[in-house]
T-cell receptor
Framework: SQQGEEDPQALSIQEGENATMNCSYK?????LQWYRQNSGRGLVHLILIRSNEREKHSGRLRVTLDTSKKSSSLLITASRAADTASYFCAHYSGGGADGLTFGKGTHLIIQP | DTEVTQTPKHLVMGMTNKKSLKCEQH?????MYWYKQKAKKPPELMFVYSYEKLSINESVPSRFSPECPNSSLLNLHLHALQPEDSALYLCASSLTPGGGERVVEAFFGQGTRLTVV
């Protein structure tokens, strides 16, 4: 499966600042999802945006999707130390039963 | 119960050993997945089970053998592994299989950290 790109690959900011992560993908999609992973453990679903949506909000999260550029961004506002984690975009590629294809991920470090 | 439970959490095995990883969910999900994740890399899909039938095998070596005994359980049998197979193995489930027009969120277990010596 083709992985997307994420940038930056690592991001370190001060607590309270906003963090923006970008993701590009290569195939047509029906929806794009963002997941968070703490310290190499399980992934947790954060937010999903459908291909006919341009922007979606959930609490301190804002995700955008540009299907013409095959790109998405995740904004975390008012960051907290507990937001330190790796963030991955992901999508299903196939028409049949399929698994997720993940982007390369951004490792976010929030400095207290 | 919104959890996917994986056991064991850690496993060290020799190259001649046979071991199994176990995954369990009681959310009534009908799709279950195995992913492999190397350090500082994204998860990579290994297998997809859809309604207890294997629907995708992403060219995984035969030393990895999946099994889905029922809709709640997923096993990954390991035999004659190589040191390069050391990784975090993640199980996930979703209400229905992903793909196509379906909007499906995946739930992940905490993973089994496997070390092959």
């Amino acid at each position: 499966s083709q992985q997307g790109e994420e940038d930056p690959q690592a991001l370190s900011i001060q607590e309270g600042e906003n963090a923006t992560m970008n993701c590009s993908y290569k195939t047509s999609i029906n929806n794009l999802q963002w997941y968070r992973q703490n310290s190499g453990r399980g992934l947790v679903h954060l937010i999903l945006i459908r291909s006919n949506e341009r922007e979606k909000h959930s609490g301190r999260l804002r995700v955008t999707l540009d299907t013409s550029k095959k790109s998405s961004s995740l904004l975390i506002t008012a960051s907290r130390a507990a937001d330190t984690a790796s963030y991955f975009c992901a999508h299903y590629s196939g028409g049949g039963a399929d698994g997720l294809t993940f982007g390369k991920g951004t490792h976010l470090i929030i400095q207290p | 119960d919104t959890e996917v439970t994986q056991t064991p959490k850690h496993l060290v095995m020799g190259m001649t050993n046979k071991k199994s990883l176990k995954c369990e969910q009681h959310m009534g999900h009908r799709a279950m997945y195995w992913y492999k994740q190397k350090a500082k890399k994204p998860p990579e899909l290994m297998f997809v089970y859809s309604y207890e039938k294997l629907s995708i095998n992403e060219s995984v070596p035969s030393r990895f053998s999946p099994e889905c005994p029922n809709s709640s359980l997923l096993n990954l049998h390991l035999h004659a592994l190589q040191p390069e197979d050391s990784a975090l193995y993640l199980c996930a489930s979703s209400l229905t299989p992903g793909g196509g027009e379906r909007v499906v969120e995946a739930f992940f277990g905490q993973g089994t950290r496997l070390t092959v010596v």
